[in-house]
């Protein structure tokens, strides 16, 4: 069913200049080819994804060209509503595009527009804030920190290997973990909770992140010695992905994680400072997206397509 409702674009300036540059000139294509009018506006330090829906009310597509950070905003003013969300990737990471099989290449992303079907995503809260992919207390948060944006636009994905080299070798620290009111004690270099965790080629962290399924997924990243490191790297080859001595890993809908020391915290590769603690919940299918009409990889909960479906 086409939606006549206009879309809202929206542009972050900071995210692959180049390639956004390019993209937009290929959504107003895609547009004019679906005959769906859009507004355009783009984000700054003081305006993000966020406050630009809530100003920009609708039913239409929200559309966002631009990166993970851009697009967390957006759930954030999205999450628990009908109004539909596509990524247009263009940032380093991309990471929520691959776990939602949009394709990389512009031209193929942009066919979901007028192709694509509408899913159901859960959204984790951290706080008194929205995540997708994950969030991180220890070393990935301390990576996150070291490979700032100056470095990401001159590395791209390579200024993440330069900031792991810069800690090696990785320290281990005690946590205490709450797991749906259960505590457990553990320590390793770091604590991740994810929703839809991340993803570098085959490699999808924590193996069983799986952003439909009502679950947060907690990782304990253990790195200490070559035997942990070398099975945390084949964790995605394994047949059975959750018996590893790289990772330890738990499940719960309700976490909250202290550490015996203040570490530094990210969300959704946004760094947050350096805390003692963080809690997280989910609301599970909270936010409708825009995807490919093929089933993604990861197994979504509840009937397929959900009620909410329509086609442009």
Not at 68 to 85: I, N, Q, S, V
Request: one cysteine or more; charged letters at 25%.
């Amino acid at each position: 069913m086409k939606i006549e409702e206009q879309a809202l674009i929206i542009l972050n300036p900071a995210a692959g200049s180049a390639q956004r540059r390019a993209s937009a000139s290929q959504l107003q294509t895609q547009l004019r080819r679906v005959g769906l009018p859009a507004t355009w506006i783009e984000t700054t330090p003081e305006r993000g994804a966020d406050s630009i829906i809530r100003e920009n009310p609708g039913s239409g597509p929200v559309v966002i060209v631009g990166g993970d950070g851009t697009l967390r905003e957006a759930a954030r003013a999205l999450k628990g509503g009908e109004r539909p969300l596509l990524i247009v990737p263009v940032g380093t990471g991309n990471v929520m595009a691959l776990r939602l099989e949009i394709p990389l290449q512009l031209e193929s992303a942009l066919r979901v527009l007028g192709e694509g079907d509408i899913r159901r995503c859960d959204v984790g809260i951290c706080g008194d804030d929205s995540f997708l992919l994950a969030v991180g207390m220890g070393i990935d948060g301390r990576l996150i920190r070291e490979a700032h944006r100056r470095l990401k636009r001159q590395m791209g994905k390579l200024a993440y290997l330069w900031a792991a080299a810069r800690n090696m070798p990785v320290r281990h620290y005690d946590f205490r973990i709450c797991l749906d009111g259960q505590w457990v004690e553990d320590s390793g270099a770091s604590v991740v909770v994810a929703n839809f965790g991340t993803q570098v080629g085959p490699w999808i962290f924590p193996p069983d992140a799986d952003g439909g399924d009502g679950q947060l997924d907690v990782a304990v990243l253990k790195a200490a010695s070559l035997t942990q490191v070398l099975s945390l790297l084949a964790a995605p080859f394994r047949l059975r992905p959750r018996e590893h001595k790289g990772v330890r890993l738990y499940r719960a809908r309700q976490v909250r994680v202290e550490c015996s020391r203040a570490m530094p915290l990210q969300v959704d590769g946004d760094d947050l400072g350096d805390r003692g603690s963080f809690e997280c919940s989910l609301e599970p299918e909270a936010l409708p997206v825009l995807v490919g009409r093929h089933r993604p990889v990861f197994q979504w909960h509840g009937d397929w397509p959900p009620p909410i479906a329509d086609r442009f």
